[in-house]
């Protein structure tokens, strides 16, 4: 049984990790007031013969701090956020020696086009495998996304990776995967009858692992 | 004129007597008096919200009990779920028509058309809405859009099966969806739906613009009524834009257009703005008036006036204002330009602050109360415990790169039923008590009310806590079986937990109907204002006479003198909005509007 | 309905408003639904506005489908039953509730209320007609909602000059032309059947009067708004 987000195995697992766990805090720290207030409250100001409540209707004080603390809060998350989401999301952080494989989604299955020796997509060497992504460890690689018929999503829990594959756009995502192992990616946007058994089988592997199993594949081989 | 058949010069003798008198129809079912209307909506959509109710115990049956047969499930035709074992294509039906009869046909309705209807004129001295028979035409056009939707069920290949969202271009392909004619059913409803809001919308803002009781000065207006009204100018704005994409979506599948298409240079973002333009004020048209009937219940079971009246105001405005820039935050992961997410990431965040500032200010009121737990009250103090859990949860998804992991999980399913359950129906079962009386003339039960809020409390919180883990563990929304991915077999006793919790959570519901429908012909009959409220409401008999006042009341205060030294004066610890103190002054007699 | 015991006694219609907008409730009902109006068409033209100028493909040149020249006589003809309206409010708001009266020392007789009204009805009837028309031509020579049609005239004159006649984008083109314009007929349309059910039951038998022509001025407004988005769609559809 989990209790928490799954490992991270990216590059990204550790900033989103880190946001995640300061709002946790924050938002800890706001339950904790409204929640024991409102118990403490609904004790203490019970109503018991003879009691009066106090006839009051407000105070300016403290609205401007009530108003000014969850405001400023509020401005420097969205500053820390942005830091990262720019770093992950904008065309412009895609590294430029990243690994591009494209993925084509359609109802129900993942069909990753991987560049072959020449390590450029779009040639003559391509080859198309069904539900597969093999990547290098500790390379960036960038995910090429388009839709065959309707809106996928393609998502590796561990690397904190989430894309939607739109038809009639063409989508890049990049990761930069850090623990070997096998991991599943999903189809994280409701696609049709099938959506839930889009699934794929995702391999990190170490340089050596990946360059022999694209060799095997260039040769023909069915892994 | 809408308003001359009213006026029948003679003697007012009793409530109705400046009627002729009016058959069984024309009072109870093709009636135009607001507080009829208000109770067709209470009905209908109660039925509509077992309806959602029985299809989200079937969609929980299946994600606790994958493949398995379903107790009762033999009784569903073999293209839904043969031998009770549900299908996948009836599991996606499931889920698309939970949220969509949730949204549309229980709980807007149960908000809007219910208490907007019973409650603006009764709170503001008015005698009925200004236009009586488009309002009824209201009702009779939201029943309709249900019946169109539901038959939706009954038609071949069932129901549309794109998610309450329905996004294109799946929802405009039915050779890549699999549904029939329902998905045009889905459009004609949604259409009539938003026809009737608007005629609901026409009346309210009228209304509460320009039929106030002498005195009724705008910031002495409740809450409820302002959250209301604001409510109405979302709703107006708003479902026109649905409406539109509806029908986009529906020529899209009849007519051969291509607005979402891509193959044919249709745009399927263009969906998701359209809906979500739409999407996010709904959301905050089903959270505004519970808000605003919290209000009455907490400032009520405080016995102490509501704490910054004005920033409460205030608040309602600036989180409408706001619901306006914040779609783009259910298309963070849509492929929409990365640098818009960050700008909706900002606005976002900052519609956090007014509902900080209200949740404070229940706070405010209740603190050095003198804390009444009638039933009404302890849903009410329900409310706010858990919309402040729904508020928070929202934080993580606007962080953007936090989005990334949550997006599309079970994690936002917890966060919407966080405020849509243990938000505005909690109101709702506080409202529903609250005013039962003015409406029935009768009390319902308050040991068993006391029970079902204790019960449902527990079973809920069971029920939808988890869902925060579980998609934290990355179980992705709308799929019929987690256990087909290894990452989220290890989940599964929770999902199973969750099961559990949520048919316990169902059964227990049964007792707040049980006591709603027991208590319309045994309830305890009502004293003229059982809770000792302010409201002009509780000035009129118990249930509230046709055309209310005979004589528009004056209005000397605000409503929320609880404890107040003049109250104090006379042995009480409230003083209604309409009750003349010797040191009162009468209000102007309201100059005569324009008739042309 | 007397207004005199106005203040005492306050079921007695007209209810009296609280200070509140000044505006009578019928006028004030009547904006907040073209509010809701404007919203419905800022969705569709909104959308029209996205797909054509987010596409890399240009439209059909103006003209090349459409027949402008009618469809301007045709706007002219709103613009027409939009005075004409302005007309009847300005006549019954005066007294007149005729057809038609012989003023001394002019030539020309004066409009009544039943004369503007019926012409703004003419007006709005022949634009829905004209437009009808254009439609059955349209779709005739192979323009429908979904582009071209296979084999029609038009998919003739499109392979042949492409760009003119914006051939990868005409389903674009066809869905957002008739859903914009058939929307809007439609509006048109119910105005003409509005304005009808008026004429018939309150205009002939002159229940209107200068201290009572709510409806006049209500139905005045919402024309004005469907002559206003019009102009809009002329502009952009037809001209652009």
New interface residues.
């Given amino acids: 049984m989990h209790w928490w987000l799954p490992p991270g195995a990216s590059t990204f697992a550790a900033p989103i990790e880190h946001l995640f766990v300061a709002i946790l805090i924050l938002t800890g720290i706001a339950f904790v007031i409204v929640e024991v207030g409102l118990a403490a409250f609904v004790i203490r100001y019970r109503a018991r013969p003879g009691r009066k409540a106090l006839y009051t209707h407000g105070s300016t004080r403290a609205e401007v701090i009530w108003t000014a603390i969850p405001a400023v809060t509020m401005v420097v998350l969205g500053i820390v956020s942005n830091h990262y989401w720019v770093m992950i999301k904008d065309k412009r952080s895609v590294p430029p020696n990243a690994y591009h494989i494209g993925v084509h989604a359609k109802q129900f299955e993942w069909q990753v086009t991987y560049p072959g020796k020449d390590g450029k997509l779009g040639t003559d060497d391509d080859f198309t495998i069904r539900n597969q992504l093999h990547v290098p460890v500790d390379q960036p690689v960038a995910v090429e996304l388009s839709s065959e018929d309707v809106i996928h999503s393609f998502w590796v829990p561990q690397f904190r990776l989430k894309q939607d594959a739109v038809p009639g756009m063409h989508i890049v995502a990049w990761f930069q995967a850090t623990v070997p192992g096998e991991y599943e990616l999903g189809c994280a946007e409701l696609c049709g009858m099938g959506h839930y058994k889009m699934r794929a089988r995702v391999f990190v592997q170490t340089v050596d692992e990946f360059n022999a199993w694209m060799t095997q594949q260039a040769a023909g081989g069915t892994e | 004129m809408t308003h001359v058949a009213h006026a029948k010069p003679g003697a007012h003798g009793g409530g109705d007597a400046h009627h002729a008198p009016m058959s069984f129809w024309q009072k109870y079912i093709f009636s135009t008096d607001h507080k009829i209307i208000g109770i067709q909506f209470l009905f209908v959509s109660l039925f509509f919200l077992l309806v959602g109710g029985l299809l989200a115990m079937q969609i929980r049956w299946q994600l606790g009990f994958p493949g398995k047969p379903m107790p009762g499930g033999s009784i569903l035709p073999q293209t839904m779920a043969p031998g009770g074992v549900i299908l996948p294509e009836y599991y996606i039906q499931l889920v698309t028509m939970h949220g969509t009869f949730m949204v549309f046909f229980a709980i807007m309705p149960l908000l809007v058309g219910v208490y907007a209807n019973f409650l603006i004129p009764l709170k503001i001295g008015a005698h009925d809405m200004a236009f009586p028979r488009i309002n009824m035409w209201s009702f009779w056009l939201a029943l309709l859009a249900g019946l169109i939707m539901f038959a939706g069920f009954f038609v071949p290949d069932g129901a549309p099966r794109a998610g309450w969202t329905m996004y294109a271009p799946l929802s405009a392909r039915p050779d890549l969806s699999g549904v029939g004619v329902a998905q045009k059913l889905w459009s004609v409803s949604i259409v009539v739906l938003g026809l009737s809001s608007v005629m609901g919308s026409v009346n309210y803002i009228t209304t509460v613009i320009n039929h106030r009781a002498p005195g009724m000065t705008w910031f002495r207006i409740p809450l409820s009524v302002w959250a209301l009204f604001i409510t109405a100018i979302l709703g107006v704005l708003a479902l026109p834009v649905l409406q539109g994409a509806a029908i986009m979506l529906l020529f899209d599948q009849s007519l051969g257009t291509h607005f979402f298409d891509p193959v044919a240079g249709g745009q399927a973002l263009l969906w998701q703005h359209l809906f979500w333009f739409f999407g996010h004020p709904e959301v905050y048209i089903l959270i505004l008036p519970a808000m605003g009937m919290v209000s009455e219940i907490i400032a009520n079971g405080s016995r102490k006036p509501i704490f910054g009246y004005h920033s409460m105001v205030f608040a309602i405005i600036g989180i409408a204002f706001l619901g306006w820039i914040v779609w783009g935050h259910h298309m963070f992961m849509s492929g929409m330009n990365p640098t818009l997410g960050s700008t909706f990431m900002v606005s976002t965040l900052l519609i956090a602050v007014p509902s900080a500032i209200k949740v404070f200010n229940w706070m405010g009121t209740m603190w050095r109360g003198n804390l009444r737990f009638h039933v009404p009250m302890l849903n009410a103090v329900g409310f706010v415990s858990m919309f402040t859990i729904g508020g928070l949860s929202g934080i993580f998804m606007a962080a953007t790169p936090v989005d990334i992991p949550l997006h599309d999980t079970q994690f936002i399913v917890a966060h919407i039923h966080y405020v849509l359950f243990g938000g505005s129906l909690f109101a709702l079962f506080g409202a529903i008590t609250f005013w039962y009386p003015k409406m029935f003339g009768r009390m319902m039960s308050e040991p068993l009310g006391k029970v079902h809020f204790w019960l449902t409390f527990i079973t809920y919180n069971m029920t939808f806590f988890p869902m925060h883990i579980i998609g934290m563990g990355g179980q992705m929304r709308r799929i019929y079986d987690p256990t087909i991915y290894d990452f989220l077999k290890p989940q599964q006793p929770l999902n199973v937990f969750i099961s559990y919790s949520a048919f316990a959570l169902f059964a227990v519901q049964l007792l707040f109907a049980f006591n709603f429908l027991w208590s319309l012909k045994f309830g305890k009959k009502a004293p003229q204002n059982p809770w000792d409220d302010n409201g002009l409401e509780w000035s009129l008999p118990n249930p509230a006479p046709h055309g209310n006042w005979e004589k528009t009341p004056n209005v000397y205060r605000g409503p929320y003198e609880f404890s107040s030294p003049e109250a104090e004066a006379r042995g009480t610890d409230f003083l209604p909005q309409s009750l003349k103190l010797p040191t009162d002054h009468d209000p102007l007699p309201a100059p005569l509007p324009a008739t042309h | 309905?007397t207004?005199a015991t106005?203040?005492l006694?306050?079921?007695?219609?007209?209810?009296?408003?609280?200070?509140?907008?000044?505006?009578?409730?019928?006028k004030?009902?009547m904006w907040?639904?073209l509010?809701?109006?404007v919203?419905?068409?800022?969705?569709?033209i909104g959308?029209y506005i996205?797909?054509r100028f987010?596409?890399s493909?240009p439209w059909a040149k103006p003209g090349a489908v459409l027949n402008v020249p009618l469809t301007g006589v045709n706007t002219f003809l709103l613009i027409c039953s939009s005075v004409a309206m302005v007309k009847a409010y300005a006549a019954i708001?005066d007294g007149k509730k005729y057809f038609l009266r012989k003023v001394p020392g002019k030539t020309l007789q004066d409009g009544g209320l039943k004369f503007w009204l019926l012409v703004t009805i003419l007006c709005g009837a022949a634009f829905v007609s004209i437009q009808v028309v254009e439609y059955i031509k349209l779709i005739g020579e192979g323009f429908?909602?979904?582009?071209y049609r296979e084999g029609s005239l038009l998919a003739e004159h499109a392979a042949a000059d492409p760009i003119k006649y914006g051939l990868?984008?005409a389903?674009?083109y066809?869905?957002?032309f008739?859903?914009m314009t058939g929307?809007h007929g439609f509006h048109v349309t119910c105005g003409v059947i509005s304005m009808l059910y008026l004429y018939f039951t309150k205009v002939l038998p002159e229940k209107y009067s200068?201290?009572?022509?709510?409806g006049i001025?209500i139905i005045g407004l919402y024309w004005h708004f469907v002559d206003l988005v019009w102009i809009i769609l002329f502009t952009i559809v037809y001209l652009i």
């Fill in positions: 309905m207004h106005q203040t006694d306050q079921m007695r219609p007209p209810f009296p408003a609280e200070t509140g907008s000044g505006v009578y409730s019928k004030l009902g907040v639904f509010a809701s109006d919203m419905f068409f800022t969705a569709l959308s996205i797909l987010g596409m493909t708001a429908t909602p979904a582009g990868g984008v389903g674009m066809g869905s957002t008739f859903t929307f200068p201290q009572d022509y709510a001025e």
